[in-house]
């Protein structure tokens, strides 16, 4: 099984390659068009800024490699957010695979008048799971979110979280899929939708 995880100027790579070494895969890490085109899976991770990231996609082109892609594609976080249309972080105009727009959380009052905190980081149940991605996880799975982004719940919304409000935890269109967890951070529920992606 030949995986390669996009290299570009976000964080987190090692981390998702570490995750995948624990199922016992062994990915590639390249920014490489050919290598990319190739891969049986491709995982398009991210964390950092939508609008600086999107900047350097478009100078490497990989903005056009990843939306010209046949085979399964996960995003992770940023590269959940990069695959929507619009993003409020930089203003900035992203891949539009999913029709989908991504804002900032607002600091709300609870029914308990307490503050939810900003960004939205740490554990937290994700519901509605409607995805091969799922496959043997129950409803209310425990997952690791860092970020202060949200995307609009959609018609490609395969799992949703309720933090402030509810929104797209995952999503899924064609062979992308994507979600907004850090599954390489989410122990054994992220090793498991990392197996059910390798194995889609």
Not at 22 to 31: A, K, Y
Not at 57 to 84: A, R, W
Not at 148 to 154: A, K, P
Request: overall charge negative.
């Amino acid at each position: 099984m030949e995986v390669v995880i996009l290299k570009y100027n976000a964080g987190n790579t090692k981390s998702v390659e570490h995750a995948l070494h624990r199922i016992g895969i062994q990915p590639i890490i390249s920014d490489d068009v050919e290598v990319i085109q190739k891969a049986e899976k491709v995982i398009f991770p991210g964390v950092g800024h939508a609008e600086a990231t999107m900047k350097h996609l478009k100078e490497m082109k990989l903005d056009v490699v990843i939306k010209e892609l046949k085979q399964p594609v996960l995003g992770i976080c940023l590269g959940q957010q990069l695959m929507c249309s619009h993003s409020e972080e930089g203003d900035v105009e992203c891949l539009n695979i999913f029709p989908v727009k991504v804002k900032k959380f607002q600091q709300e009052l609870t029914k308990s008048k307490i503050h939810l905190k900003i960004p939205h980081m740490g554990w937290n149940t994700i519901q509605q799971l409607s995805s091969p991605l799922f496959k043997g996880l129950d409803e209310n799975h425990y997952v690791y979110f860092v970020h202060s982004y949200y995307c609009e719940m959609s018609g490609c919304t395969i799992a949703a979280c309720d933090y402030i409000l509810p929104f797209a935890a995952a999503m899924q269109k064609d062979n992308f899929f994507a979600v907004q967890f850090h599954p390489e951070k989410s122990a054994e529920s992220g090793s498991k939708i990392l197996e059910n992606f390798i194995n889609i």
